[in-house]
C-alpha cells in the first residue's frame, strides 16, 4: 500500500511542472508538505473533457454506495475497474496526484523503519480515481484513492506493493477520457525507471 507520501517542492516548481505538462497556471494556497497522511488535501490535476484542472482533493477515498466515515486511501491496480467501489471513478473520474516521495516501512529487528523513495528529485505523478458526494450539510467533497501495483525490484526491497507512478508521456493518456479501458489498464504498472531509496526518520510514523 503507500499510506504516506511528500511534496517538498517549492511553489515555483510546482508552477512550472504544471504549466510545462498542462499549460495550467498555479494560484493556490500552497506549502511543501513531507509528510501527508490519509485525510489531508492533496494536490491534483484532472481533466473535465475540455480542460485540465488543478486542486486540492481530500486524500481518503469515499465511494457512491457508502457513508463519509468509509474512506479507501488505495485501490489496486489489479481488480480496480471490477471493484464496486472504484470501478465507475476509474472510468469517468481519474487524477493525477502530485509526489515527489514516497515512504514504505521494513520490518528490520523488530522494528517497522520507514524508507523515502523520491525519482531523480524531481515532481511525479500518481495514478488516482476521485469521487464527489455531498455531505449532510448540502455541501460536497471530492476525495480520492492512490493506485498501488506490485513493486518493483527497487521497492522490493522494502515492501511488496507501490504506488503506480505514470511517466510524463503517459499522463495526458490516462486523463483522456476517451482512453478505452485496456488501454488505461496497461498503464497500471510498476514504475521502471530510476528510483532511489533511504531511511527515513522515524518522526515519519506520526501525523504532524
Known amino acids: 500500500m503507500c499510506g504516506r507520501f511528500s511534496i517538498t517542492a517549492s511553489e515555483q516548481e510546482i508552477r512550472e511542472y504544471v504549466q510545462r505538462y498542462f499549460n495550467l497556471d498555479f494560484h493556490l494556497d500552497f506549502k511543501p ?3 501527508i497522511y490519509p485525510g489531508q488535501n492533496v494536490l491534483s490535476i484532472i481533466f473535465d473533457g475540455t480542460n485540465y484542472r488543478i486542486g486540492y482533493l481530500k486524500w481518503g477515498f469515499v465511494p457512491d454506495f ?18 464496486k467501489a472504484f470501478k465507475n471513478a476509474f472510468l469517468k473520474r481519474r487524477c493525477l496526484i502530485l509526489a515527489d516521495g514516497f515512504y514504505e ?41 492512490i ?40 498503464l497500471l504498472i510498476p514504475y521502471s525507471n530510476d528510483i532511489e531509496f533511504y531511511d527515513a526518520t522515524s518522526i515519519i510514523n506520526k501525523k504532524l
Open 105 to 145: 516501512w521494513k520490518q528490520i529487528d523488530k522494528k517497522k523503519v520507514p524508507f523515502r523513495f523520491i525519482i531523480n528529485n524531481k515532481i511525479f505523478p500518481f495514478a488516482g480515481v476521485y469521487n464527489v458526494k455531498t455531505l449532510d450539510d448540502g455541501t460536497k467533497e471530492a476525495t480520492c484513492a
Open 33 to 35: 508538505q513531507y509528510n
Open 66 to 83: 457508502s457513508t463519509n466515515k468509509f474512506q479507501i486511501i488505495n485501490a489496486r491496480a489489479e481488480t480496480i475497474d471490477n471493484k
Open 147 to 186: 493506485i498501488t501495483t506490485q513493486a518493483n525490484e527497487v521497492v522490493n526491497k522494502v515492501h511488496d506493493r507501490m504506488p503506480v507512478i505514470l511517466s510524463e508521456n503517459v499522463m495526458k493518456t490516462y486523463l483522456d477520457s476517451n482512453t478505452n479501458i485496456e488501454k488505461l489498464k496497461s
